[in-house]
């Protein structure tokens, strides 16, 4: 059974940070790319950032400079550390991994984990 499962978002001050943790299961973690995305309400779902297995990494604009994306293969952990947090970083942020390779096509999500920003 996959499993995605987000943990690390909660209510921070403004120019805080948070640290954002997901433990993947039942798939081959090393076939897949990591990603973070969040959803802000009325909004839609944007691209914060990504990671290979090999780690390269790519970012949304919004968060370069801020956020920092990594993977620890042997956890089969990805995470989001989040500095310099503005209100406006305010979202549901979930997990994301996108099949590479042999496992092309395949997709899976996170219930995702609320990030609140606000004095």
């Known amino acids: 059974q996959v499993q995605l499962v987000e943990s690390g978002g909660g209510l921070v001050q403004p120019g805080g940070s948070l640290r954002l943790s997901c433990a993947a299961s039942?798939?081959?973690?090393?076939?897949?790319?990591m990603g973070w995305y969040r959803k802000a309400p009325g909004k839609q779902r944007d691209l914060v950032a990504t990671i290979t297995n090999g780690h390269s990494t790519n970012y949304a604009d919004f968060v370069k400079g801020r956020f920092t994306i990594s993977r620890d293969n042997a956890k089969n952990t990805v995470y989001l550390q989040m500095n310099s947090l503005k209100p406006e970083d305010t979202a549901v942020y979930y997990c994301?991994?996108?099949?590479?390779?042999?496992?092309?096509?395949?997709?899976?999500w996170g219930q995702g984990t609320q990030v609140t920003v606000s004095s």
């Open positions: 039942g798939f081959t973690f090393s076939g897949y790319v």
């Open positions: 994301n991994a996108q099949g590479r390779g042999w496992w092309s096509g395949r997709q899976y």
